[in-house]
């Protein structure tokens, strides 16, 4: 089995159509095809069911589809380590993002690891959920930051810090006559929400939120990226859900923030690891990641964190 047979794979399970895959690879159709038989024989199995009319993995193709991207991060991984060696780096850490993560929290986070420990590159991977869970439990990263503490037994979450819920409203809005906004009055508008599919973690946490009141949300659009959400927000499209330091980042002059009214809810976010004793290095990260861990994350939990004992 060669790198091509496995590129050849992926480019087909991602168009399922295989002249637009043969177009994507700067091949022609032929060798494509050829390449996708010979993979077949070599497994055994039939990635794909092929018609006149369409192209679909197979359940086989389907499994083979999850590990194989596992294969081209561990190459980009490997690569990326050998230049960091030939960089002078004297170590490197694996870094997973899922959707929704503060950018001023991990700008703090990162300078302060830059200056502390020089000699240490890290390197940050932005991906799903699902995808930092794998990589972890499979060892493609050292470490992630998420919203969710839902992880599997192999991994521990603990968490990192919280951010006060806001409400990004519109400047000319008439809820600004409030200081502090009641839940009720803000679900009688349209909402802008961040897809659940790219930020999964903090949809959930929201959604607890959300079911405190009877009121069901009108939902107005669901958005990949937070500064869609606060552009859609500006334009007037509903009002939306956030955190302050996320609506800083975006200085948007036509958005203003205000709290909710009553005991304000918090957005977590958790840093994830494999259950063990950690690397020096990533010991080091942790500890910094962990400084500002809310009064309410209890000692035990910090320890658990560093430790390694669930």
């Not at 399970?13 to 390449?35: C, G, M, T």
């Not at 958005?255 to 005991?263: C, E, F, K, S, Y």
């Amino acid at each position: 089995m060669e790198l091509r047979h496995l590129r050849c794979f992926l480019a087909v399970a991602q168009e399922l159509h295989f002249a637009r895959a043969a177009e994507k690879l700067h091949i022609e159709q032929s060798p494509l095809s050829r390449a996708i038989k010979e993979l077949e024989e070599e497994l055994g199995v039939r990635l794909f069911d092929r018609n006149t009319r369409s192209t679909r993995l197979t359940r086989s193709g389907q499994v083979f589809a999850e590990h194989v991207p596992r294969v081209f991060a561990a190459l980009t991984q490997a690569k990326d380590s050998v230049r960091a060696v030939s960089a002078g780096y004297q170590g490197q850490l694996r870094i997973a993002l899922s959707g929704g993560i503060s950018q001023s929290r991990l700008t703090v986070l990162l300078s302060r690891c830059r200056e502390e420990e020089p000699d240490t590159e890290i390197r940050l991977y932005e991906v799903s959920l699902v995808q930092q869970i794998k990589g972890l439990e499979s060892d493609l990263y050292d470490a992630g930051f998420a919203q969710s503490p839902e992880v599997d037994e192999s991994l521990l979450a603990v968490p990192a810090w919280s951010d006060p819920v806001v409400v990004a409203v519109p400047s000319r809005h008439p809820l600004l006559i409030h200081k502090q906004l009641p839940l009720e009055e803000v679900l009688r508008y349209p909402l802008v929400l961040c897809d659940p599919t790219t930020c999964e973690g903090g949809c959930r946490q929201l959604a607890r939120v959300l079911r405190t009141t009877a009121l069901e949300p009108i939902v107005a659009e669901r958005v990949a990226s937070h500064d869609l959400m606060v552009t859609l927000v500006a334009a007037g499209y509903g009002l939306g859900f956030s955190t302050e330091a996320h609506v800083s980042t975006s200085h948007h002059p036509e958005i203003v923030t205000r709290p909710l009214a009553g005991r304000t809810p918090v957005l977590t976010t958790y840093l994830i690891r494999r259950i063990g004793e950690p690397s020096e290095a990533l010991h080091r990260f942790v500890e910094r990641a962990l400084v500002e861990v809310p009064v309410r994350a209890s000692d035990e939990a910090l320890d658990t964190s560093l430790g390694g004992s669930k």
